[in-house]
């Protein structure tokens, strides 16, 4: 009742407003709204306006798009106790929602004449380390300048994504691009890293049965796997993905996209925040990085000679994914819970350095080769404004975690 005369007291007048509800059963005199105007918040209702503020940080932060339950999450990682209930309540009160997704519009077109793979996943991306199954899937946006295609290649295991490129075209060239990116961003980490054995799974689109793209996969010695004609459920793993992608950047803002380079530069900053802070359920609510982190780290456990689990038996742990020791499930989430990050401090630097790699992208991806020439690259510094001058490139694939 105070908010409402709050909200309509400079246009009536607070005793008018009083008699009114008055006269429709509601009594409340004129010294009880100033008594209650000049009385101290409670201390629960001070606790709210703190965490509101907090609820509103990790929102905002994530792109809008978290709900209750990564909200809450999110808060148990900066160490902040409070109940799932109560976020519930402070974003029902403050009208924060997750985000929702839409229908899926079809792009598959597959050709007679494309050389098909057989599918060599059948539905089971949940492998027993990274880079035993990747999957890749490519989608479009409408802007202003027509159509543009964004095609994404994710380790199944992780679920990081390790290639994206988006052109105004969907020839053969936009997946293999999205392949040579993810050997690559293999390869910083492991300088010895070869794609033989790796399977590459895909839909039957005509980009990924040309010959073109059959080569390049001979050429990196990865293995075919595409899925049946018009069954989406074989290729769901990267249509999940991609309905993320629409659901949390694409279908988020209110108007229309401009270009290709504005959706190039919004999708370099989504998968930079879905590969290293987004909360995925499926990987206990941590991030890919940190899980495919953990995921080393617990390994390195295992292969220690001073580790008496290192010969025991396996088993599938159907939460991780992985085939695993009890005792090495027991490292592995206890990795997990180190790399987190407590602090708020420690969350808000690792945004800066989100951020210096963003700035420092144009240089990065014009000092490289083809590989890296997207169109359009060279107009980054617009978007992410600061002296790039003098800076020496180093990695074009930060972006990419």
């Known amino acids: 009742m105070v908010a409402y005369i709050n909200a309509y007291k400079n246009l009536f007048g607070v005793e008018p407003i009083c008699r009114v509800l008055r006269d429709h059963n509601v009594p409340i005199a004129p010294s009880t709204y100033y008594a209650a105007k000049k009385r101290q918040a409670s201390a629960r209702q001070q606790s709210d306006e703190r965490l509101l503020e907090v609820i509103?940080?990790?929102h905002r932060e994530n792109f809008g798009v978290y709900g209750v339950r990564k909200v809450w999450h999110a808060l148990q990682h900066e160490s902040i106790d409070v109940g799932r209930d109560q976020v519930a309540r402070l974003m029902r009160v403050a009208?924060?929602?997750?985000?929702?997704?839409?229908?899926?519009?079809?792009?598959?077109i597959p050709t007679p004449s494309g050389?098909?793979?057989p599918d060599l996943?059948?539905?089971d991306w949940f492998q027993d380390a990274p880079d035993i199954v990747w999957v890749a899937d490519f989608t479009h946006v409408l802007t202003r300048e027509g159509w543009v295609y964004v095609?994404?290649?994710?380790d199944g295991?992780?679920?990081r994504i390790l290639g994206f490129t988006v052109s105004t075209g969907k020839s053969s060239e936009l997946v293999m691009r999205a392949l040579e990116q993810a050997v690559s961003v293999r390869r910083r980490t492991d300088r010895r890293f070869v794609a033989d054995g790796v399977i590459h799974h895909s839909d039957a689109g005509s980009q990924y049965t040309s010959l073109a793209f059959s080569q390049k996969l001979l050429d990196h010695g990865v293995n075919g796997s595409i899925g049946r004609v018009g069954t989406a459920y074989d290729n769901a793993l990267m249509e999940s993905t991609i309905g993320l992608f629409k659901s949390e950047l694409i279908h988020a803002r209110s108007t229309s996209w401009c270009s290709r380079q504005e959706v190039e530069t919004a999708t370099m900053r989504w998968v930079r925040w879905?590969?290293?802070?987004?909360?995925?359920s499926s990987l206990d609510y941590v991030s890919p990085v940190d899980f495919e982190m953990a995921y080393t780290q617990a390994q390195a456990m295992r292969q220690s000679p001073r580790n008496p689990t290192a010969a025991s038996p396996t088993a599938r742990d159907s939460r991780f994914g992985v085939l695993t020791t009890s005792p090495t499930l027991d490292l592995l989430i206890q990795t997990l819970q180190r790399i987190r990050s407590p602090?708020?401090?420690?969350?808000?630097?690792?945004?800066?350095?989100?951020h210096q790699a963003l700035l420092d992208m144009p240089l990065q991806m014009l000092s490289q080769g083809p590989m890296t020439t997207t169109p359009g690259i060279h107009h980054f510094h617009h978007c992410f404004p600061g002296p790039l001058q003098g800076r020496r490139p180093e990695d074009p694939l930060e972006v990419l975690g």
């Open 274 to 280: 879905f590969n290293c802070r987004r909360l995925h």
């Open 157 to 159: 295991f992780s679920r």
């Open 56 to 58: 509103h940080r990790v």
């Open 121 to 123: 996943v059948r539905r």
């Open 151 to 154: 095609s994404f290649l994710q």
């Open 343 to 354: 602090d708020p401090q420690t969350m808000r630097n690792r945004e800066r350095e989100t």
């Open 115 to 117: 050389v098909s793979s």
């Open 95 to 108: 009208g924060l929602k997750g985000m929702t997704r839409r229908r899926k519009v079809r792009t598959t």
